[in-house]
Nanobody, 127 residues
Framework: QVQVVESGGGLVQTGGSLRLSCTAS????????MGWFRQAPGKEREGIGC????????YYAGFVKGRFTISRDGARNTLALQMNSLKPDDTAMYYC????????????????????WGQGTQVTVSS
């Protein structure tokens, strides 16, 4: 069993930055690829990006457009989502998820590939 916990959400003004963290703990969790997703009110959950277990393979959704950066933060079971130039449209619940496969693949957006999910952390961007 793997536990996934996100942190770092909050309220920020338009144009501001936030850094979200995610820790996966449990058996072999440092061999998992990790994904970031978000769900805005009234919308379906969407993928932000995926990072491989080693940190050397990263995919991003097109809407990120260089504003967001995913990284492994020190230990392989800890990752970060650095978000810059935030907009009100970025307001959402942000989720981290772990996949029992060490590489990200072109199908990284498929939520059913991720066996373990966190509870989410709320990000609110004020205009």
């Amino acid at each position: 069993q793997v536990q996934v916990v996100e942190s770092g959400g909050g309220l920020v003004q338009t144009g501001g930055s936030l850094r979200l963290s995610c820790t996966a703990s449990g058996r072999a969790s440092d061999d998992y690829s990790m994904g970031w997703f978000r769900q805005a009110p009234g919308k379906e959950r969407e993928g932000i990006g995926c990072i491989s277990a080693s940190g050397g393979n990263i995919y991003y959704a097109g809407f990120v457009k260089g504003r967001f950066t995913i990284s492994r933060d020190g230990a392989r079971n800890t990752l970060a989502l650095q978000m810059n130039s935030l907009k009100p449209d970025d307001t959402a619940m942000y989720y981290c998820a772990a996949r029992q496969y060490d590489y990200c693949t072109v199908s990284w957006r498929k939520e059913n590939l991720y066996a373990y999910w966190g509870q989410g952390t709320q990000v609110t961007v004020s205009s």
